[in-house]
């Protein structure tokens, strides 16, 4: 695939080429996105003005500020979990952005918006906990649109072989995360329910390469995580989940913007242009999962079989924001706070901007 900013080094060992190329990935996108976290965009009281005045453009046209837009050059974050780049080739799309797309390949959401705080990225696409943390820690930045997700995309694994069979087990037991990311909250979420403390269990904060080969190599006795690595985990390695996000989690993930990139007239109506293209992409790839896969499989380095599940499992719909969207997220930052993950209580309608609402379209 020919990508913008080429941030990925392919490797392999005859055993599991595809587990090297996750690992050095990460390392990979771990210093860029270090590099590009430097500071903190400063707030911009023009952000919703500027957003709210690109409102009335209907999703899957022009934007009214077409000429302005061609100019543009949109910093886009991605992820190997949410393969926006690589849906919007396989859809057909790719071609069809009307600005210039400046791509960034990150691990996980956290590290994307630390860069996008830095100024690094305008928009990129994380799951639920990410801009809770973000918001947390001050950051200019809004979610401008939203997708309902599978809760088949969500699971807290055990490694084969492992003599855990439920959730109660888990007491005194080490668990794999990435901090701040949606298997977060999931996790959070599954302990919660079962009378367990974040406190009763050793939290091991690791990206999700290093997370697998702790699961694998027994350094760690479960590990939460999101489509495509449960696959890669189950696929490749015989790891079992015992909870999905079935009754736990949250349903949503989101696109974040910066609020210095909504300040931007011409940028805002890219990232309008932007989510309307990733809604059309989205629902072409609910009905055609087996063309996804093997777009997703080339993109991540995944075995084509792990990324037919995956794609399968990870299914999203764009869905506008609405109040209880946004409701939702509020419940994620109540239990971080609870739980003294987070020191502060986070208003999270202060975070958001609704006004592309109008990009989800119609219904799957």
Known sequence: ??????????????????????????????????????????????????????????????SAAQADVADVTLHI?????????????????????????????????????????????????????????????????????????????????????????????????????????????????VLTKAGISVHDVTLVYLQPAAGLAALSSGHVDAWDIWSPFIEEGETLDGATAIVTGQGYGSPYSFTVASRAALADPAKAAAIRDYLALIAQAH???????????????????????????AAADDSSVATPITPAVIASEQQVANAFTASGLIPVHVNFSQFVDTAFNATAGPAA
Not at 150 to 165: F, T
Request: a positive charge.
């Open 77 to 189: 974050g991605d992820q190997a979990g949410t393969g926006a780049q690589a849906l919007l080739t396989a859809a057909g799309l790719i071609g069809k952005l009307p600005f210039k797309a400046d791509w960034s390949d990150f691990t996980s959401g956290p590290p994307m918006l630390q860069a996008m705080a830095g100024g690094s990225v305008d928009v990129g696409g994380v799951g639920n906990a990410p801009p809770v943390f973000a918001a947390a820690g001050g950051d200019q930045l809004a979610i401008v649109g939203a997708l309902q997700a599978n809760p088949d995309g969500s699971a807290l694994l055990v490694p084969k072989g492992s003599g855990i069979h439920d959730v109660q087990q888990l007491k005194g037991k080490r668990i794999a995360v990435a901090q701040g990311s949606s298997a977060d909250y999931h996790l959070l979420t």
């Open 1 to 62: 695939m020919d990508r913008t900013t080429p941030m990925i080094t392919k490797g392999f060992t005859p055993e599991n080429g595809a587990k090297v190329f996750a690992i050095m990935k990460t390392a990979a996108v771990l210093a860029a996105a270090a590099l590009a976290a430097a500071g903190c965009s400063s707030a911009n009281s023009a952000a919703n003005s500027a957003a709210n005045s690109q409102a009335t453009a209907p999703a899957g046209t022009q």
């Open 283 to 309: 629902r072409w790839a609910n009905n055609h999962l087996s063309a996804w896969a093997a777009v997703w499989a080339k993109a991540s380095g995944l075995p084509l079989a792990v990324m037919t599940k």
